[in-house]
């Protein structure tokens, strides 16, 4: 069965970390790209990190630039997120995206909860 399960979502305080795992199974990852995206209420869903083992560079979003690190375990089948010095506007749902090299396969984890307060 074809399925992708995050976890590691939580509540931290601002400048502390956090590591979402993104756990697959039913397709091998490593032909896929892996992507985080995070969405808060009412906003649109918004791209934080995408990886894949084509020659393509790492993407990240302005805003998360040198605190956070997409990693994938191609042998465990699971991505990461890496989340460092974590900010109260980081706060939001994480979703994991895994999506074939042309985008005709897309699928997408139920989301984990981080929340970033004082």
């Known amino acids: 069965q074809l399925q992708l399960v995050e976890s590691g979502g939580g509540t931290v305080q601002p400048g502390e970390s956090l590591t979402l795992s993104c756990t697959t199974s039913g397709f091998d990852l490593y032909h896929y790209a892996a992507m985080w995206f995070r969405q808060a209420p009412g906003k649109e869903r918004e791209g934080v990190s995408c990886i894949s083992s084509s020659d393509i560079p790492i993407y990240y979003s302005d805003s998360v630039k040198g605190r956070f690190t997409i990693s994938v375990d191609d042998r465990k089948k699971t991505a990461y997120l890496q989340m460092n010095s974590l900010k109260p506007e980081d706060a939001d749902i994480y979703y994991c995206?895994?999506?074939?090299?042309?985008?005709?396969?897309?699928?997408w984890g139920q989301g984990t909860q981080v929340t970033v307060s004082s």
């Open positions: 995206k895994a999506q074939s090299p042309w985008g005709s396969e897309q699928y």
